[in-house]
């Protein structure tokens, strides 16, 4: 039996940051974010995987049978050196804190049933509108391309896909409806922060994902 504690989820105080300019708005890339990333890996890896919505109440939804999505949440929000850095990043986009800051600590699990169906798919494109989208990678042995995939809708089905969101009934989408922009590598321990109205979605491009758990930690501001 592992036991940890609230030291395991410190952050670093001090971060290597890049500023990627793109398509008239700004990412950030932050390296280095966890001072105890492998720990944080390990006890992820202990959690069972809790689907963060509910799949009774969509019977269309294929999670749980086809992949799991989940979500585990854990309350670090006294760790100050975590609230620095988000401090930064809500100074950086000119973003007003709300009544949730600091939040919750949201670590995403997704993990393939079903195997990856092949080349000319990608795994839901969506937009999280309004938001500033902040992701973690936690996988230390994925490589690094399984990180997020920024994509330009190809025509009005995708504009009309973007606005439905029915991720869960039909995540696979057609390659002919979106094209890749940039890809964000999946650097372990690295943090990425872009606006959530940009189209975007997880980069599964194999089967990895069926051996091991994939785990972000994802915040919304
Ligand atoms: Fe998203």
Redesign the pocket.
């Known amino acids: 039996m592992s036991f940890y504690s609230i030291e395991d989820f410190e952050y670093n105080s001090s971060w290597g940051v890049a500023i990627i300019p793109y398509r008239g708005s700004l990412i950030l890339h932050i390296d280095e974010v966890y001072k105890k990333p492998l720990k944080v890996y390990e006890y992820l890896k202990e959690c069972p995987i809790r689907a963060h919505r509910l799949c009774e109440a969509d019977p269309k939804s294929l999670n749980g049978k086809m992949f799991y999505d989940g979500q585990h949440i854990l309350d670090n929000r006294t760790i100050t050196t975590r609230s620095h850095l988000f401090d930064k990043i809500i100074e950086f986009f000119c973003k007003e804190k709300d009544e949730n800051f600091p939040p919750l600590s949201r670590f995403n699990q997704f993990r393939l049933i079903e195997d990856y169906p092949g080349n000319d798919v990608f795994y839901t494109p ?3 509108g309004g938001m500033l ?1 902040c992701l973690t990678y936690l996988n230390p042995n994925c490589g690094s391309d399984a990180g997020t995939m920024l994509y330009l809708p190809a025509n009005d089905d995708a504009e009309q896909i973007l606005e439905n969101q029915s991720e869960h009934e039909q995540p696979w989408k057609d390659d002919s409806l979106f094209v890749e922009d940039l890809a964000i590598i999946s650097k372990f321990n690295s943090m990425v922060v872009f606006d ?1 109205s940009i189209p ?2 997880q980069i599964i491009n194999d089967n990895r994902f069926k051996e091991q758990t994939r785990f972000t930690e ?1 915040s919304f501001f």
Request: charged share 10%; proline share 0%.
């Open positions: 969506h937009v999280d989208n959530g975007h979605g994802v």
